[in-house]
């Protein structure tokens, strides 16, 4: 990540919006930024500490010989004062450059790019993550290919490997459309050789214990012993490489996980083989065969590393099968785009070449580029992929275009407005990624248990063989080392840590490709048990996209003229209502006049000079705070708001000159998403600035009995308080800027793919769509997703509680029945890989 070096955001660096300054490339979250930079970069001073832009606004600063200095942190102002020689006089001929070299200077600090709160004066290696530092202010290479673990996301490395902590392969953190498994690789490679190796000596082993005549003549024990530890010790020291690197690992840092119980199991089972094979004196007599012999155990080593290692295979292919989601998305982007030029020409050009602002032609039947508006033409489009609805979509010159959505029959220009990383493809990818490898709240008792786990089954391995070595039957030695092997190999905890994470990175794609992104999985957890909704009148029940229909007038004040006073005004504000006014006065050709002194009063209205009138729009709250009188017109604006219509009074220098009504229409999915809501049991709560009549007519439209009207924007997040107070588990939806101290208030907050960017970012849930609908999506996903969470820990605990005593030899006193080793090992492979094909049923889901 870096930091907009304009507003201090942090900004990914795939972010198409940068300029190269002083040998160093810039970035910045929005193009907005950029500009400003661009018109003044040398206000932007750098840190001489740790050569960072800091913003003119830092009050981290001091004079030093004649010079003023500014300082991004109160840290690198201490550094300074401390030793200002060390600083001063390095960078004073180029104050502004920053490039990574004179980041390295004397005097200049290094963090880690993965945990930034990571700060040296040297260059060393992260205490955390084990990364080398890197200096403050260098950029970081976008083409870095980042490693997580699956079932610990915090563990993040920069090259392929094994997680510390469980001993699972690392994947990729950003999935690409052609996802190359080296690790499926190469435990496959290793599998089919282990598997050819292990089948005769498996065999071999079985004749001569079951059936020794089978044996050809002249084939004796001692070389039947010999052949097997000629084919199973490639078996345990190559195919079982990987596992014992693993559990060296987890025995150094003390991290124990699955392979430590296969690291001890199979190397146990090898090194007693090996001693009876090269030692047979060590062993007591009644553990001697004929000739001196002892029983050894290579086909259990052998049989049971081939068997971990086909478990590591259907394990990883399974996994890799989850990001299908993923995947699926990355394959939609087209890989060209039809470039219109300014003589009219056309020409394809690879997606990389695309810039916002270019227009495009899209054909029937190609993909739509990128993101962007249509500027002429009209056809349906295809956006089923995106939003999940099946319906293709009317487009035509004014609409938004969603970038790898699927054009109809008809041929549109498009003008491009969001390219790359910018485009909602790529952001929902992004997003489902990061929900992937996020963690829920269930994971934290999953983790408890298996960090008990291992340790207590060593302890009762060690119990089974103390158990079997001192009161069992002869060969004592030899029973107690193969029970104390089976409780080792089948108690591997894999299953139990793969129960949740599986789970989550099915349901979040499941998700995606239904339009409801997931942004991290404590929302996804909590979703299924809101049993309150809120949300936001306009832009969420309603279209967003409101329209003049009443123009009254209270004096001799003509109607045309209201309406001129009121767009004039209002064009200077952002508020859809504002918009709907300009509409309708564009629509009677009236001439707008120029403003003077504008100024929006928060949830009230707006004031401004026009046409030397002193103009007032607004509620009734505005009027009343200048001693507007409305009471003449009380009931007339009463029946128009009985009629759902949003109503603005205008008054011209002091004296009420007559209202304005503005309508939104209801979304036509609202009365059906509303219904499903309440037959999920879920209690509706609408939320709007309108007066009570309106908000009262619109609830009574949509069969919502709680509502609460004249909200102030900053009241919404207070609401949402009072609704959790009363115990009740609360979603808030919305897609406006002032909707996101609510979003972030409540449970879960849901944003509407519709709405702004601050709005999405606040909430843990958006719906592409921007619909009701998607809540009810969203809470099937959720309620699928946990029952299938709370299926996998089942099974996992069960298995883990029934198979350790059974392997331990619990069944023997009663049935004389022991767990072969390998059967184990073949349980504990299949346990794992049941937890994942069970999570992958979620992609059947119905939403």
Known sequence: MNMDPVCGMEVKETSTHHVEYHEKLWHFCSEKCQHKFEESPEQYTVDPVCHMFVKPESTHR???????????????????????????????????????????????????????????????????????????????????????????????????????????????????????????????????????????VFFLAMIADLAPSWLPSGLDMSTVQWIEFVLATPVVLWGGWPFFVRF??????????????????????????????????????IMQMEGGLVDVYFEAAAVITTLVLLGQVLELRARSRTNEAIKLLLGMTPKTARLVKDDGTEVDVPMED??????????????????????????????????????????????????????????????????????????????????????????????????????????????????????GPEPKLAHAMINAVAVLIIACPCALGLATPISIMVGTGRGATAGVLIKNAEALEIMEKVNTVVVDKTGTLTEGKPSLTTVITTTDMAENEVLLLAASMERASEHPLAAAIVAGAEKRDLKLQETKGFTAVTGKGVQAVVAEYFVLLGNANLMLDNDIQIEQVSAQVEEHQLAGETVMYLAADGKLVGFIGVSDPIKASTPAAIQELRDEGIEVVMLTGDNHNTAKAVAEKLGIARFEADVLPDQKANVVKSLQAEGKIVAMAGDGINDAPALAQAHVGIAMGTGTDVAMESAGVTLIKGDLTGIVRARRLSAATMKNIRQNLFFAFIYNSAGVPIAAGVLYPVFGLLLSPVIAAAAMSFSSVSVIVNALRLKNTKL
């Open 354 to 471: 695309v810039q916002a602002g270019d227009v495009l032609r899209v054909r029937p039947g190609e993909k739509v580029p990128v993101d962007g508006v249509v500027t002429e033409g009209e056809s349906l489009v295809d956006e089923s992929m995106v939003t999940g609805e099946p319906v293709p979509i009317e487009k035509f010159a004014g609409e938004k275009l969603i970038g790898a959505t699927v054009n109809g029959n008809g041929s549109l220009l498009m003008k491009a407005e969001k390219v790359g990383a910018d485009t909602l493809l790529s952001q929902i990818v992004n997003m489902v990624a990061e929900a992937q490898r996020s963690r829920a709240p269930i994971q934290k008792m999953a983790d408890t248990v298996s960090g008990y786990f291992v340790p207590i089954v060593i302890l009762v391995a060690a119990l089974a063989f103390a158990v079997w070595y001192f009161v």
């Open 248 to 285: 060296v690992a987890s025995i150094r840092t003390w991290n124990l996980n699955m392979f430590t119980l296969i690291g001890l199991g199979v190397g146990v089972a090898w090194l007693y083989s090996m001693v009876a094979l090269l030692m047979p004196g060590l062993f007591p007599p």
């Open 62 to 200: 001091v004079s030093h010989a004649d010079k003023s200095y500014r300082f991004c942190s109160e840290k690198c102002l201490a550094k300074f004062n401390a030793t200002p020689e060390a600083y001063v006089g390095k960078h004073d001929d180029c104050e502004h450059q920053a490039s990574p070299k004179a980041a390295q200077v004397s005097g200049g600090q290094y963090t880690c790019p993965m945990h930034p709160e990571i700060i040296s004066d040297e260059p060393s290696a992260c205490p955390k993550c084990g990364m080398a530092l890197e200096p403050m202010g260098a950029p970081i290479s976008s083409e870095k290919t980042e490693y997580v673990c699956p079932m610990h996301p915090e563990i993040v490395r920069d090259e392929p490997g094994a997680c510390p902590k469980c001993g699972m392969a690392l994947e990729p953190r950003t999935v690409s459309a052609e996802d190359d498994n080296e690790e499926l690789h190469d435990m496959s490679r290793r599998f089919k050789v282990s598997a050819v190796l292990s089948l005769p």
